[in-house]
């Protein structure tokens, strides 16, 4: 045997990757089978996938695998002559085999060899459920035509993750060299160095895409391994249960991939354990016995959203409280001034759990905390919405890339710092005169008055030893600049000294000297060639103790002043469209708010443009496109300046024309009424008023179909 595999030693990494995605596809399709046996097509899969085992085993040399893989063939060939039932037993038994034929793929990786023990038990069970058919073996299977697993073949090819992660580094290094060329057509004002630098700019752009394109991997191959965990744990549990899952196909990189994985699981258990009830329970509550688990994966604004959300029992904020206190989490004086949404979040405390007893899936107090702290180191966040007797919903947001993001770039103490914008909620700046009212002081802790709630403020120059600064400023005419983060789902202020430009950065990795320096999440090269840290917003808020703070903050400022902590939901921005039509956008799809004179508008063909950053900037009149019955001219639209919300992807910039920009308002984004048109998602109401959330991405579709119409037609006149 060992010649053998020697002699095809370069086919046994092709081996096991082929292997592998044909154990996952039949792991899949055996939940699927076990519920619906009669479909053939799928039968027929499953039998292909353990045929070609056998068949590839057989030529490598690997007897023992061939070996249990005939063996299960010899159960399925039974089952496709209609000599055997399919119960759970049979799915139970083959579900086995998968696990033994992987364990015996991982010895193979390792050391080229099989693993020396007998199959055992799961060839005993593949015994026992042939001479249940009591009937002899029907003799050859059918060999199925194999030019279906070749055409495949023929459009794909495997490359090496560390070749793609090289070509990644190499896209990174070309999107600073982009920023350095940019930079420098601004500064010299030289028509042909500008020109040439924005084609530069388009080019690395598309490149870029096309690079991360390559390292995306849908969601499905996380998924993979969620219907047998369903089955096998509501199985443990008494239970029944559905999962139902769509948008498989959504892309992350394979990074964010792998790093997610496990958050995604936990959740999962989490639904199974606590969410879902027993059928006994769910019929006195009026349910289906059968609960339902879904997942789902949607692209929103440049990220991705995952949703796992259970019609279980939802969660009960008292319980919470009676655990919180029980493990000695938080204390009775602080637990009572909390809010149910404060309650709910404490889930993601470290050692926190509901369950009295420990099972086979939770009762430890590890989980819920590790899920969010995972999902922050690769700049996710998440947000848990529960409504009791109707189920929980887990929503996350996810980066499609770790490599290259959008981060604001601020000042302070002479140094430039980047701050993710995944973690940027708003911006605020305070002149002095309004300082004194605006902000109050409880314990010595700087807390801002944002819409009637405190903000607990961070001095980044004390905290950074750049400065001892940590007082107001003393003359009106000095102003306050505050970014309003997010860490842990509570919003802090942190005041720097200056507030530059939103920027696509290249992340670089800190060196090993400076890994314990927690408030920093890496480094990136600017386009003037310097070095500029990335803070860590999650690590920072750990530093100045923010949690005690925010603990404090209704206990000490009283219930007038602070109705609740920070509520849950998205940071939406409101915005006017003619005299009374009300719009919101999520704020995750903002780069950032300008104003343009009349003056400042070109023509390019029909669609109005403004040079803006180095770029030529399309302008969506969303009046025009959203609200057609209304009619303006385009003279009076252009009386006052013109309010213009930037939303940025892979590079490009597209301006939102609008004709008022009214404030920023958190919410649960819960349409209660959907639409159809293009870019819109639906209504709610939201400050007392029904607001319409615009679809970005419909959006952008839709001007683009009205730009290529407008050049149609420009091109039929003439």
């Known amino acids: 045997m060992s010649t053998t595999v020697d002699n095809n030693a370069d086919i046994i990494p092709e081996f096991l990757a082929e292997s592998r995605e044909n154990m996952d596809q039949m792991e899949r399709d055996l939940v699927v089978w076990e519920k619906q046996p009669g479909d053939r097509e799928t039968l027929d ?32 060939s039974h089952i496709r002559d209609g000599k055997r039932r399919v119960d759970p037993k049979v799915v139970t038994v083959l579900l086995q085999v998968l696990d033994t034929v992987r364990r015996h793929l991982g010895k193979i990786e390792r050391t080229g060899e099989e693993e020396t023990q007998v199959f055992g038990s799961v060839l005993a069970d593949l015994h026992a459920l042939q001479e249940e058919t009591s009937q002899e073996d029907a003799g050859p299977t059918t060999e199925l035509d194999e030019d279906l697993s070749s055409a495949t073949a023929e459009s794909s090819l495997r490359v090496d993750i560390g070749l793609l992660d090289r070509l990644m580094n190499l896209v990174g290094e070309l999107v600073l060299a982009r920023n350095q060329i940019t930079q420098l057509g601004l500064l010299k004002e030289d028509p042909a160095l500008l020109g040439a630098s924005q084609k530069l700019s388009h080019i690395t752009s598309e490149l870029q895409t096309g690079i991360m394109k390559t390292r995306l991997q849908p969601m499905g191959n996380v998924w993979s391994k969620f219907p047998r965990l369903v089955r096998d744990a509501a199985i443990a549990g008494e239970k029944k249960i559905r999962l139902e899952m769509s948008g498989q196909m959504t892309e992350l990189d394979k990074s964010i991939i792998e790093a997610v994985k496990d958050p995604l699981t936990h959740l999962i258990r989490n639904c199974i354990d606590h969410g879902i009830e027993t059928p006994e329970r769910r019929l006195a509550a009026g349910k289906p016995e059968e609960g339902v688990i879904r997942l789902r994966a949607f692209h929103e604004g440049g990220l991705v959203l995952v949703e796992i959300s259970d019609d279980g029992a939802g969660i009960r904020p008292e319980l919470i409280r009676e655990a919180a206190l029980r493990r000695g989490l938080v204390t009775a004086a602080k637990v009572d001034a909390l809010t149910d949404h404060d309650l709910i979040q404490l889930i993601f405390v470290p050692g926190f759990s509901t369950a009295r007893e420990v099972t086979r899936l939770s009762g430890r107090g590890v989980g819920m905390d590790v899920v969010k702290t995972n999902l922050e180191r690769i700049s996710g966040t998440i947000d848990v919405i529960s409504t009791l007797g109707e189920g929980t919903l887990f929503r996350i947001k996810l980066p499609l890339t770790l490599a290259i993001i959008p981060a604001l770039i601020v000042k302070s103490g002479g140094e430039r710092f980047a701050i993710p914008q995944l973690s940027l909620l708003e911006l605020i700046r305070l002149d002095g005169a309004s300082v004194k009212q605006k902000i ?34 003393r003359n009106d005419d000095e102003a306050v600049h505050i970014v309003v983060l997010e860490s842990h789902s509570d919003p802090f202020g942190l005041i720097v000294d200056e507030v530059r430009d939103t920027e696509e950065i290249v992340v670089k990795p800190l060196g090993r000297q400076l890994k314990s320096l927690s408030v920093f999440a890496g480094a990136t090269i600017m386009g003037d060639g310097q070095v500029v840290l990335i803070l860590d917003v999650m690590g920072l808020a750990q530093r100045v103790q923010l949690r005690e703070a925010v603990e404090q903050r209704p206990k000490r400022a009283g219930a007038e002043a602070v109705p609740g902590a920070a509520q849950g939901g998205e940071n939406l921005l409101l915005f006017q469209l003619g005299d009374e039509s009300r719009w919101a956008i999520e704020l995750s799809n903002v780069t950032r708010l300008e104003e343009f004179t009349a003056d400042e508008i070109e023509q390019e063909g029909a669609v109005p443009v403004v040079q803006y950053r180095g770029q030529i900037m399309p302008l969506m009149p969303l009046r025009q496109l959203l609200l057609p019955t209304v009619k303006t001219s385009r003279a009076q639209s252009l009386d006052n300046k013109l309010q213009v919300i930037v939303h940025s992807r892979n590079g490009v910039c597209y301006g939102l024309w609008v004709d008022r920009i009214i404030d920023i308002a958190r919410e649960p984004l819960v349409l209660q009424r959907q639409k159809s048109s293009p870019g819109v998602l639906g209504s709610m109401v939201i400050q007392r008023q029904v607001t319409q959330v615009i679809d970005i991405d419909g959006l952008v579709k839709l001007d683009q179909a009205r730009n290529l119409a407008g050049r149609n037609n420009g091109i039929a006149e003439n």
Do not use: M
């Not at 899969?45 to 299960?72: D, S, V, Y």
């Not at 008055?449 to 001892?468: A, F, K, Q, W």
């Open 45 to 76: 899969r499953i039998f292909r996938a353990i045929h070609t085992l056998k068949g590839t085993c057989g030529f490598l040399g690997f007897a023992k695998l061939e070996g249990i893989a005939h063996q299960a063939e010899s159960l399925l």
């Open 440 to 473: 109050e002081w409880i314990d010595k802790v700087p807390f801002y008055r944002l819409r009637g709630r405190l903000l607990p403020l961070v001095y980044l120059n004390r905290e950074l030893n750049l400065s001892s600064q940590g007082e107001l400023p």
